[in-house]
Nanobody, 122 residues
Framework: QVQLVESGGGLVQAGGSLRLSCAASGITFSSKAMGWYRQAPGKQRELVAAISSGGTTFYADSVKGRFTISRDNAKNEVYLQMNSLKPEDTARYYC????????????????WGQGTQVTVSS
């Protein structure tokens, strides 16, 4: 059974930092592309960062230069370091996996977990 557990969210002031973690089980983690997504109230879920099995990264324009995605295949974990946070980054953050980077928006392999809430105050 595939399971993804996100953690590390919280309340932070604008300009602050947070590091999110996602622990995966039930998948061959090292062979999967991993993505971080977020969903703000009233908005669709969006992919904000992704990392391929080989370490290639992708960032949405809205987070480029501020967020860094990384992975630890030995621990089956993916991380999102978020710096220079803005109020518009406030959302619930989720992770998921796919067989390739270009499938992270269309064919993820797991059900969505609970996510972790990030709230940035101005």
């Amino acid at each position: 059974q595939v399971q993804l557990v996100e953690s590390g969210g919280g309340l932070v002031q604008a300009g602050g930092s947070l590091r999110l973690s996602c622990a995966a089980s039930g998948i061959t983690f090292s062979s999967k592309a991993m993505g971080w997504y977020r969903q703000a109230p009233g908005k669709q879920r969006e992919l904000v960062a992704a990392i391929s099995s080989g370490g290639t990264t992708f960032y949405a324009d809205s987070v480029k230069g501020r967020f860094t995605i990384s992975r630890d295949n030995a621990k089956n974990e993916v991380y999102l370091q978020m710096n220079s946070l803005k109020p518009e980054d406030t959302a619930r953050y989720y992770c998921n996996a796919a067989t390739a980077m270009d499938r992270l928006n269309t064919r993820t392999v797991a059900s969505w977990g609970q996510g972790t809430q990030v709230t940035v105050s101005s």
